[in-house]
Every structure is written in C-alpha cells, then in structure tokens.
C-alpha cells in the first residue's frame, strides 16, 4: 500500500498563496512514485471530490480551467513528494485538498487531506 500526507494548508485572505506539499510513503512507494502519474484533487462542502492538476512522471502538466493561470503542480521524484503551489486564492478554491495517483490505483489511499479555507 501507497499511503499520502499532504500538508501546507491553511486559512488564507482573497488574492493570497499557499504550498501545499504531498508525501508519499509505504514500502513501495519509491518505484510507484516515480513512474506514475500524479494530481491534486479537492472536495468543497457537499461536493463530489474533483481533479484541479495532474503531473505526469515525465512532469508534463494540466490543469482543470478553474485553477489554470493561479495553480502550479511539480513533483520531485527523488524525495516521492508533489507540491502544489496555488496563488490569487478565491473564496470557491475553499476545500479539502489530497493527492493521490492520477488515476488512482488499489494499492493507494486516500490520506486525511489538508484544509484550505480562502476569506473573501
């Protein structure tokens, strides 16, 4: 099994940025990691949990159009760990944010997710 913490979250005003981190561990984590690829999703209140950026493991990138232009992935293959840095919040970027494999596979969970909460 795969397990992820992600971390870096935090309440933040309108037009402010946060790094989010996501760190993978399990004991084989390392060979899945690297050759796979990689998103950040997110769930808001009463939502379906939804895919805002992929990072492939050759590190292309895409974006769902809401977060493009703000929003940048990377991932560092060497320490298993992605980030997410998110600029120019908005108040509908407040939710829950995981990462996981893009798509996920059985052998990952889902890790406990780190809150952002945007004030307008």
């Known amino acids: 099994q795969v397990q992820f913490v992600e971390s870096g979250g935090g309440l933040v005003q309108a037009g402010g940025s946060l790094r989010l981190s996501c760190a993978a561990s399990?004991?084989?984590?390392?060979?899945?990691?690297?050759?796979?690829?990689m998103g950040w999703y997110r769930q808001a209140p009463g939502k379906q949990r939804e895919l805002v950026a992929g990072?492939?493991?050759?590190?292309?990138?895409e974006y769902v159009d809401s977060v493009q232009g703000r929003f940048t992935i990377s991932r560092d293959n060497a320490k298993n760990t992605m980030y997410l840095q998110m600029n120019s919040l908005k108040p509908e970027d407040t939710a829950v944010y995981y990462c996981?494999?893009?798509?996920?596979?059985?052998?990952?969970?889902w890790g406990q997710g780190t809150q952002v909460t945007v004030s307008s």
């Open positions: 996981n494999f893009k798509p996920k596979i059985l052998a990952s969970s």
């Open positions: 399990g004991r084989i984590s390392g060979t899945i990691f690297s050759i796979n690829a």
């Open positions: 990072i492939s493991s050759d590190g292309s990138t």
